[in-house]
């Protein structure tokens, strides 16, 4: 049946927006975060999407939803920033900042929230012709 | 005069079929609307439905030619599915996706709405065929 298969759909594209909301709310979290070596520095982390293909249902190439492959940091270096009273600090009297752009992450908070909100629509357009379904006859 | 039951919900059943099918292919097309590289598919309603009311059908599959008598015959999807199509963007993205989430929202709420229709004229349906059985008691 076509329209539960919505659900687990929706249902993916779902948990794959709240992990980026959730990567969103770590970046911004750690946006002021400071390290004493540039390795070690924090580094903004982005999910990947990935399309699931499903061939098993028997229907001909149909994807069923998406998943996050995987979280990737981002390799933009680290600000060095000159604080020697910082406990943190190298011998040089340098820190380095984590390199998250809060703009960035602004921006993907927003469309993580949309995206999120147009699959909880798209469920419950789905929920709600099933349940017409069901009382098909009455 | 007899009533052929089947031939009565033919019609509506391979519009929710098909309507099913597309509302699964935009579910899909929402779902990854961030995913990069993807592709936003859609099916064609009006050439689907003209080739699911044909008679035996085979919603847009190309029958494999059986030209001796040896061959198999392939079958081909059931009846109410139909190859989905590419979309041709309006607006492409940097990231080679080409979902509009306004289009998609547009088409679900067209496709539901069609469903919904569909349901309502069966319910119809299965009320006048009760209403014959009973004789509108």
């Given amino acids: ?138 | 005069m007899a009533i052929d039951i089947n031939q009565q919900f033919d019609l509506h059943s391979r519009v929710l079929g098909l309507a099913n099918q597309r509302l699964e292919l935009l579910a899909d097309n929402v779902a990854n609307a961030d995913t990069p590289n993807y592709k936003a598919r859609d099916i064609d309603f009006r050439a689907a439905m003209a080739n699911a009311s044909q008679p035996g059908g085979l919603g847009g599959d190309l029958p494999m030619a059986a030209t001796r008598p040896g061959h198999i015959q392939a079958g081909g999807a059931g009846p109410n599915t139909t190859n989905p199509l590419y979309r041709v963007p309006d607006q492409p993205s940097l990231d080679g996706n080409t979902v509009d989430s306004q289009k998609e929202n547009a088409a679900i709420a067209e496709t539901s709405v069609r469903y919904q229709a569909t349901l309502t004229f069966l319910s119809s349906r299965i009320r006048g065929l009760r209403d014959a059985i009973t004789g509108g008691r």
Avoid: W
């Fill in chain 1, 1 to 138: 049946m076509g329209l539960f298969r919505i659900f687990d759909i929706a249902g993916s594209a779902m948990s794959a927006q709240s992990v980026r909301l959730n990567t969103t709310a770590s970046n911004l979290a750690n946006a002021n975060t400071v390290a004493s070596s540039a390795e070690t520095a924090y580094r903004s982390r982005q999910p990947v999407f990935q399309t699931v293909m499903d061939n098993s249902a028997g229907m001909d190439p149909a994807s069923a939803g998406v998943r996050v492959a995987g979280v990737v940091e981002t390799t933009a270096p680290p600000a060095k920033v000159h604080d020697p009273g910082n406990p943190l600090a190298d011998e040089e009297g340098y820190v380095y900042m984590s390199n998250v752009n809060p703009v960035d992450e602004l921006v993907n908070m927003i469309s993580a929230s949309r995206s999120y909100q147009n699959s909880v629509e798209v469920l419950s357009t789905s929920k709600e012709l099933l349940l017409r379904t069901l009382s098909l006859g009455q």
